[in-house]
């Protein structure tokens, strides 16, 4: 298969193609702006304003004295990387990583191919599940923060029907809070679901038709056609909510806020709390860090579903 | 076709242009939006909202302000951000003391008000230390502070524990928690722990050494919490939350306390003077058979109160247009109104040393008992210091505090990791 698409007579354009450059540039100028203004620039600037030291307000100030890099120039990442915090936030995000790709993209996954084979009561299913989905992040922490309550709360509430003694406080208690947290995003995954379902219904029917002649069981299909099929949608959900987590803001700022202790602290959480007490300096290198976990996530999801490679 | 298209376009663009202008020139009202957390349940929007909507009436036609509701813990985390987008509003209350200090004061973000000050004789009535400790070393003054001192103490269900012919100013924490039995006090962890923060304030004011330590870190704040007076009130601190703690301590919001309060489940809060308005009437947040009428107003056992003079209050932000200033500058002088001082005073309590009261004002402060209980419960050997809230760092009275509090009444942190891992934090907040 060639790979020259574009260009004839020795690599050049014809007159006609040449006619049309302008306008191209045209067209792509606007979004080639929004991006370098949106995009480029902040992420530039948060990279830069990393080494320096910076409140947010004056001036930042750089130090550009190699001979002391863990105290000058890379100032603020040694520091984060020497905060209390800094340890359990790291530990926080691989387990809640673990648990988004497997349990979180297991229930949105499972969700998907039920709704896709329409079982009985599937728009009601549709319907109940995609609700928590309009609410935001921040109304979820609160319920939840009611629903975990000690005194009100109904979880307690049913335990103690069991152990009339049991007192969990769960978001400020360990381990209890990082379960407490883990369950205020881990069952909702309707992202997922839709993602996978686009990807079941797309696969061709005669596939399908092609098992059943074969004699190939429900179970069979779904193992042996429909998730291989659907690795794309799968490896993109992985990689949303994996990225989720080391964003993930409101769900412990609104419930623990990072405790007990630093039990529950996340790398956005440093990133806010720096900024409170205007360490803008920290809280960018914070950013630079959370980025290049995002990429590097992006990186190995990319190649361990083979996402570039075509399914069919 | 084509002509019709541009008499309507023309048309409509000068509608548009008519609109804007009429809107300028037939309204004259400055109108401000002004953000605030004294709004709605708040106890500060007692006083605060019939000020604004008082001001409204006074300079109808002329200014208008629209109160913009914000909860009490993110207004000063608000206040920076919209600093640092350079969009702060047209007058701010206080904010971050370390974020004024350090970025404020030092980049000139604020309107001098020595001019205001001189110009309307405003010396007469404000506070002395006040007005020192918001002037710059080059004789600019920050902010205007109401000059109304209200020292902290606490209120006690007189139905739940009675104290017999003496006060707390008599009694011990020791000798109170003795009287007070098996009945609870209202703490909390969530926000910025602000019940609890005032008892351990008191606890370290009675501790060698503790109320100097408090007095000297309101500018400097406290970067190592491994002193022998901490220690020892965080210890005690500690059995108090264990065996007189309400049993939603851990976690509770301010609203949570108080409900602890009055609903009966708990028989103390520690608060300031401002929360009086909520023991008045009923007002759908009494239950379980609470009555106002029942509660007491003290200071705290070991006769401690805490106040700290040392603060800011109304500023006006450098980037305000020049007829918001025109406002924010006709607000404060309203607010230093006679008349609203004494209506300050009546909702939130506290003294005005330099204002000689109106007929007025002692008629209706006699009728508030509980008031003026609370206020004249200090008396000259009171130990008066500033809370623990005003030594700490922003991160640390805000969020670390109430996040270690769960783990040292669990016992799974000790007095002394306690102040260990206050320090640490403490440490890694402060600016290189």
């Known amino acids: 298969m060639s790979t020259v698409r574009r260009g004839r007579k020795g690599g050049k354009y014809t007159l006609m193609e040449k006619r049309s450059f302008p306008w191209i540039y045209a067209f792509l100028f606007p979004t080639l702006l929004l991006f370098a203004v949106f995009y480029v620039e902040p992420i530039f600037q948060t990279f830069v304003t990393s080494f320096a030291r910076f409140n947010g307000y004056t001036p930042p100030q750089w130090s550009l004295d190699f001979s002391d890099l863990g105290g000058t120039i890379f100032r603020n990442y040694t520091r984060l990387f020497s905060m209390n915090s800094f340890g359990p936030a790291i530990r926080n995000l691989l387990w809640w990583s673990l648990i988004a790709m497997t349990v979180h993209v297991g229930i949105g996954t499972a969700v998907g191919v039920l709704l896709y084979n329409r079982l009985r009561g599937w728009k009601f299913v549709r319907i109940v599940y995609m609700v928590p989905n309009v609410i935001s992040g921040a109304a979820w922490a609160m319920i939840y923060r009611f629903m975990f309550n000690d005194d009100i709360g109904v979880i307690n509430n049913l335990i103690r029907r069991l152990d009339p003694s049991s007192h969990i406080q769960w978001f400020y208690s360990s381990p209890a809070a990082f379960w407490a947290i883990t369950f205020t995003w881990v069952f909702y995954a309707v992202i997922v679901a839709l993602v996978v379902m686009g990807d079941l219904m797309a696969i061709p029917a005669s596939l399908h038709e092609a098992c059943e002649i074969d004699g190939a069981s429900g179970f069979q299909k779904l193992i042996h056609i429909d998730l291989p099929l659907c690795r794309n949608a799968i490896g993109t959900s992985v990689l949303l909510s994996v990225t989720s987590r080391i964003a993930m803001y409101e769900n412990i700022a609104l419930t623990s806020r990072g405790g007990p202790g630093n039990d529950t602290y996340g790398l956005a959480l440093i990133l806010t709390k720096s900024i409170t007490d205007f360490n803008y300096g920290l809280a960018n290198a914070t950013a630079m860090l959370m980025f290049v976990f995002g990429i590097v996530t992006m990186q190995i999801i990319n190649r361990v579903f083979r996402m570039n490679d075509p399914v069919y | ?432």
């Not at chain 2, 007070?180 to 370290?204: C, H, P, R, Y």
Request: aromatic letters at 8%; one cysteine or more.
């Open chain 2, 1 to 432: 076709m084509k002509l019709f298209q541009k008499l309507v376009s023309l048309a409509l663009i000068l509608m548009m242009a008519l609109s804007l202008v009429s809107f300028a020139a037939a309204d004259g009202v400055v109108e401000v939006t002004l953000p605030t957390y004294k709004t709605g349940e708040n106890v500060g929007a007692i006083f605060f909202e019939p000020l604004v909507e008082r001001f409204n009436a006074a300079y109808e036609g002329k200014y208008h302000i629209t109160l913009e509701e914000l909860t009490q813990d993110m207004y000063t985390d608000k206040i920076k951000q919209l600093g640092a987008a350079n969009a702060l509003p047209f007058l701010i209350e206080g904010g971050d003391t370390e974020w004024i200090k350090q970025v404020v004061i030092p980049n000139d973000m604020f309107v001098d008000l020595s001019g205001l000050i001189a110009d309307n004789n405003l010396m007469d009535i404000l506070i002395d230390s006040q007005v020192a400790y918001n002037t710059t070393e080059d004789g600019k003054v920050f902010s205007i502070c109401v000059p109304v001192t209200r020292p902290m103490g606490l209120y006690y269900n007189g139905s739940m524990i009675n104290l017999g012919d003496k006060t707390c100013a008599d009694l011990s924490w020791d000798e109170f928690i003795a009287v007070l039995g098996d009945n609870k006090i209202a703490f909390m962890t969530g926000e910025n722990a602000w019940t609890t923060q005032l008892v351990l304030g008191s606890l370290i004011a009675v501790e060698e050494g503790g109320a100097e330590l408090l007095s000297s870190h309101t500018i400097d704040k406290l970067m190592d919490y491994n002193q022998p007076c901490i220690i020892n009130a965080v210890a005690k601190l500690q059995k108090m939350m264990q065996e007189n703690g309400t049993s939603n301590q851990i976690g509770a919001v301010y609203a949570d306390a108080a409900n602890a309060f009055m609903s009966g489940n708990a028989a103390v809060i520690a608060n300031g003077s401002w929360m009086v308005g909520d023991f008045a009437e009923d007002g759908g947040k009494w239950s379980n058979g609470f009555n106002g009428a029942d509660v007491r107003g003290d200071v705290l056992p070991g006769n401690v109160a805490l106040a700290n003079n040392d603060g800011f209050q109304y500023w006006i932000p450098a980037s305000a247009t020049a007829e918001q200033q025109e406002v924010a500058k006709a607000f404060i002088l309203f607010t230093l109104q006679q008349d609203n001082i004494e209506a300050y005073m009546l909702a939130e309590g506290g003294v005005a040393p330099k204002l000689t009261p109106s007929e007025e004002y002692v008629a209706a402060a006699s009728k508030n008992k509980l008031l003026y209980e609370y206020v004249n419960a200090v008396n000259a050997d009171t130990i008066i210091v500033p809370n623990v809230g005003d030594i700490m760092t922003s991160s640390i009275g805000n969020t670390e505090f109430g996040n270690l509090l769960p783990l040292l009444i669990s016992g799974e942190l000790t007095p002394e990791a306690f102040c260990q891992q206050l320090t640490v934090l403490a440490q890694e907040t402060a600016l290189d």
